[in-house]
């Protein structure tokens, strides 16, 4: 494949993530905010599914597309911008797969309290907080690393 096409792929994906996870967060906080639980084990329901069929894939082809334009350029991993983007991009997954498995405990829960006729429990509650706090620190790794990837210094240019 040619450096373009993965280039091309490349930022797709990078839109795909970013918009899947931002808006993904904005439902999900929009819904809990509602304190309808009908309206939250359903949006719970599609978060959780969003993260598997689009957050997971953008996941994995990120870092791959990623290092294979960095490989297809000559650059070194050290290489200053391509560093700092590899660990941002480790503490945004490090902050993700926890919330994963919050958001799937969340979605069950509040799927048995719907299917109970009773309220969501004070844990899920303090999953929300604890999901919502390490979406921070994510969002804040993943608009670095596209800053980085948009304002790159490559060899030639000015």
């Known amino acids: 494949?040619?450096?373009?096409?993965?280039?091309?792929?490349?930022?797709?994906?990078?839109v795909l993530l970013f918009g899947t996870g931002l808006g993904s967060a904005f439902y999900k906080w929009?819904?809990?905010?509602?304190?309808?639980?009908?309206?939250?084990?359903?949006?719970?329901?599609?978060?959780?599914l969003a993260d598997w069929?689009?957050?997971?894939?953008?996941?994995?082809?990120?870092?791959?597309?990623?290092?294979?334009?960095?490989?297809?350029?000559?650059?070194?991993?050290?290489?200053?911008?391509?560093?700092?983007s590899l660990g941002l991009y480790v503490l945004a997954g490090a902050c993700w797969l926890p919330v994963v498995w919050l958001q799937i405990r969340m979605r069950d829960l509040a799927g048995q309290a719907l299917a109970g006729g009773h309220e969501l429990p004070p844990s899920y509650w303090r999953m929300a907080r604890a999901w919502f706090w390490l979406?921070?620190?994510?969002?804040?790794?993943?608009?670095?690393?596209?800053?980085?990837?948009?304002?790159?210094?490559?060899?030639?240019?000015?």
């Open 1 to 14: 494949m040619s450096y373009t096409l993965i280039k091309t792929l490349h930022i797709l994906s990078m």
């Open 53 to 84: 069929w689009f957050t997971t894939p953008t996941v994995i082809f990120q870092p791959l597309s990623g290092l294979w334009l960095v490989y297809q350029l000559g650059l070194p991993l050290s290489t200053p911008w391509v560093a700092v």
């Open 30 to 48: 929009m819904a809990d905010r509602s304190g309808q639980l009908a309206h939250i084990a359903v949006t719970n329901r599609h978060v959780v």
């Open 135 to 158: 979406g921070v620190p994510a969002f804040c790794a993943m608009v670095l690393v596209v800053a980085l990837m948009v304002f790159k210094h490559l060899p030639g240019e000015f």
